[in-house]
């Protein structure tokens, strides 16, 4: 009934079709592992690098009359920083890594082209990035608990700056002088440091300080980056898992892809 002709119709439904077998193509967990992983990174290196800096200045300023008493604090976050910087390196390569074997291994990949092969090799390597994922998740779970140290110290120190104003508008005594915050206790100077803690109207007065309010955050953006970088790897361990899993389900049945 309409024999008119339409190319531009044809062309259109073509490629039409073709972005769809491009997108059934795309391993999107991968994807969103990676998406996670390079957010996560970025919020922990760009917060840890700047809250160690801000650690420094905060404990040299409240916590410590001597240069010798935090001058191991010092050097430790020196090195660290440089291991910030590798870490930044590292995982940026790594997710790329994990994004295209997930693209080598994605069943929707093996579906859509025909002439994809899967081998000894490609199986090997499947396994290798899931041994290694696993590790490094196992290692940056580590990571991310010794991220909450100072995140826990800037915690109990809102804490108690606010129990020092309770006090101090509620009693007629000087009560609010026993709160008092040592920052020897959560390993950032040695025991003989002096005076390395603060207590009473001293202490809400740091508390109202830029320095404190600034390092409070940099350590929240960093507990929370190192949070969803692990969250990524996990994922990364589930997709790598499923689909080496398919591999080998595939090489059991004598079926080549």
């Known amino acids: 009934m ?11 439904l073509g490629c039409y079709d073709c972005c769809i077998r491009c997108l059934g ?27 160690l800096t801000h650690t420094r200045t905060f404990i040299e300023l409240y916590f410590a009359r001597d240069v010798q008493d935090f001058i191991v604090l010092a050097d430790f976050i020196k090195y660290f920083q440089y291991v910030i910087y590798g870490l930044a390196s590292f995982f940026f390569l790594y997710g790329l890594l994990l994004l295209a074997e997930g693209f080598y291994t994605t069943s929707a990949v093996k579906q859509t082209f025909g002439e994809f092969r899967s081998t ?3 199986r090997c390597l499947s396994l290798t ?36 104003n309770i006090l101090s508008e509620t009693t007629m005594f000087n009560q609010q002088a026993r709160v ?7 390993g ?3 025991w003989n440091a002096v005076p390395g803690i603060v207590c009473g109207n001293t202490l809400a007065s740091i508390c109202k300080t830029p320095e ?45 892809y």
Request: glycine residues 8%; aromatic residues 18%; proline residues 4%.
């Open 2 to 12: 309409f024999p008119v002709k339409q190319p531009w119709l044809c062309k259109a």
């Open 25 to 51: 193509a795309v391993p999107y967990t991968s994807l969103l592992a990676t998406l996670l992983c390079y957010t996560g990174v970025a919020l922990f290196c760009g917060g840890g690098h700047e809250a």
């Open 120 to 122: 000894k090799f490609g």
């Open 129 to 164: 990035f899931i041994i290694l994922t696993y590790v490094l998740a196992v290692i940056w779970l580590v990571v991310f608990g010794f991220t909450a140290i100072p995140l826990l110290f800037f915690i109990n120190m809102e804490s108690s700056c606010h129990k020092v």
């Open 180 to 186: 008092c915050m040592d920052a020897r206790m959560y």
């Open 188 to 190: 950032f100077l040695p």
């Open 212 to 256: 404190f309010y600034v390092t409070y955050d940099l350590y929240i953006c960093a507990f929370a980056g190192a949070g969803i970088t692990l969250l990524a790897l996990f994922v990364y361990v589930v997709a790598t898992t499923y689909n080496y899993a398919i591999l080998r389900f595939l090489g059991r049945k004598g079926i080549r």
